[in-house]
């Protein structure tokens, strides 16, 4: 969804990116919630160790790519992305921190995907600093949520400031945390049986804004919307306990989803200096870089199994960590998600 709103060339497909995101930050909350309750037990030394392991090399190692591309090709980078034009050292500094690059003053990104890490790095810190440890302070950080969405909506503020602004994301990720609670308080469950008609729901609500209904609808009430079934699909999602050969697809896909969110922008430009143009956008283009954005995937997954899963394995055992098993003996990687 991400790279077709990014690379499909029409308006219409915009929004498909942002609705997916916001979903996957709901999601997120659950899992790091869940992370650091049941996993971590607010070790916040080893939780931290984890997650920039999870999260740094592969972005280095996309920000390092990029980088000879756009020193190598000037013009052709420049001219398939704005965001890769006039590069200066203060930029370069910039992305290599990584966390100023939430912030969209800044133009140049070599990551593009840099501003959704970024604002993953800062709920964690909300979550592991003590809204994931009640549920109390998980509703404070929702009810702070929504006053923040109700007063950009009612202030007149655009709707970039409710997406972009890092401080919006927290709607998400106290949706998520919440989720958790209610859960372990057992006030809350979806059967897993409603996930198809919940999907059906999600991708009709994506589909039909913009199209039959207005734009004003998928900034406003189909945005809230999607948070809604997205909180529903979460929760149903979490009591699923599919079949083992679907339990290995899903852990698959799982692995591949951050390489490919990382490098699409990267094989996106290789597919159009291969076979079109750097002006190049239309549904073909994306579906051709979509491919190419899995088998740039596979490779990083490949060496980050290889090269840092079984440190981040080594550190979970030094935390005395025994990881839980699902009734069909799987696994339960919460903090892997």
Known sequence: MVILSH?????YYKHFGYYSVSVFFILSGFAITAALNEVYAFDLKRFWINRALRLLPLY????????GTVLALPGETARFSTHWAGPSLHDFWLNLLLLPMMSWEHQFRLVMPAWSVAVEILMYAYLS???????SYATWLFATAVVFHALTALGGDGWHTRYFDPHGATLGFSIGALIYFQRKQRLSKISPRAVPPLLMLW???MICG???LSDDYVRLGGFYLNSIIGAALVTALADWRPAATLRVVDAHMGELAYPVFLCHWLAGFAVALAAFSPEVRGTGFALAAILASLGIAVVMASLNARCIE????NIRRGAGITVPRTRGGGAVTAAGA
């Open 7 to 11: 690379f499909a060339g029409d308006p």
């Open 203 to 205: 991708i009709a609500n």
């Open 60 to 67: 280095y190692i996309t920000l390092a790519a990029t980088l």
């Open 129 to 135: 600093l003590g809204f994931a440890r009640r549920k």
């Open 310 to 313: 079984p440190m981040r394995r």
């Open 210 to 212: 913009g199209w039959i």
